[in-house]
T-cell receptor, first 113, second 113 residues
Framework: GDSVTQMEGPVTLSEEAFLTINCTYT??????LFWYVQYPGEGLQLLLK?????DKGSNKGFEATYRKETTSFHLEKGSVQVSDSAVYFC????????????FGSGTRLSIRP | EPEVTQTPSHQVTQMGQEVILRCVPI?????FYWYRQILGQKVEFLVS????????KSEIFDDQFSVERPDGSNFTLKIRSTKLEDSAMYFC???????????FGEGSRLTVL
């Protein structure tokens, strides 16, 4: 079945560092890909998405490009801030699973001032 | 951005007790979902609900679980006889039928003692 594998955390960086969180997926057809963020004490929020190959999703300085050839959707940010500290979930909706989102295990990111 | 409201935010219960978690829907959102996240683990799909019927459910969603819209408005998840392993954060999600985007509530934390 469809699945998502993402980089294990926790990841700790200094402020203004470059961030990459790796995500790869397994799915039949052409899934839609997402990154969700969970700030401390809050629910899941959609950060960005891409619905077809080579699309780039972006929001709040974060970017991720849908790479079908490598089945990847890595999350990047050029300069992280303390406020980016959160848990990040890579997710997909497969073409055969209606709108059921399948999440990765999450990566906890901590940014030091 | 639409808000999905869940109640209670936190419930502590004794093993074997019944628990009802509630989700207040947004207009034009016809698909409802429940997910759960055991502490430190991935977000797992429980059930999807459309037009007053379950459309899909996972292996986790056994006979102890049920969902309904008792008054045509609130969307509830009931656990008939809670077990220790039911302790988790439960997220309600709703789909915008126009965009297909899922909106998550802030979650209800269930602690079973």
């Amino acid at each position: 079945g469809d699945s998502v594998t993402q980089m294990e955390g926790p990841v700790t960086l200094s402020e203004e560092a470059f961030l990459t969180i790796n995500c790869t997926y397994t799915a039949t057809g052409y899934p839609s890909l997402f990154w969700y963020v969970q700030y401390p004490g809050e629910g899941l929020q959609l950060l960005l998405k891409a619905t077809k190959a080579d699309d780039k999703g972006s929001n709040k300085g974060f970017e991720a490009t849908y790479r079908k050839e490598t089945t990847s959707f890595h999350l990047e940010k050029g300069s992280v801030q303390v406020s980016d500290s959160a848990v990040y979930f890579c997710a997909l909706i497969g073409s055969s699973s209606a709108s059921k989102i399948i999440f990765g295990s999450g990566t906890r990111l901590s940014i030091r001032p | 951005e639409p808000e999905v409201t869940q109640t209670p935010s936190h419930q502590v219960t004794q093993m074997g007790q019944e628990v009802i978690l509630r989700c207040v829907p947004i207009s034009n959102h016809l698909y409802f979902y429940w997910y759960r996240q055991i502490l430190g683990q991935k977000v797992e799909f429980l059930v999807s609900f459309y037009n007053n019927e379950i459309s899909e459910k996972s292996e986790i969603f056994d006979d102890q679980f049920s969902v309904e819209r008792p008054d045509g408005s609130n969307f509830t998840l009931k656990i008939r006889s809670t077990k220790l392993e039911d302790s988790a954060m439960y997220f309600c999600a709703m789909e915008d039928v126009n965009t297909g985007e899922l909106f998550f509530g802030e979650g209800s934390r269930l602690t079973v003692l």
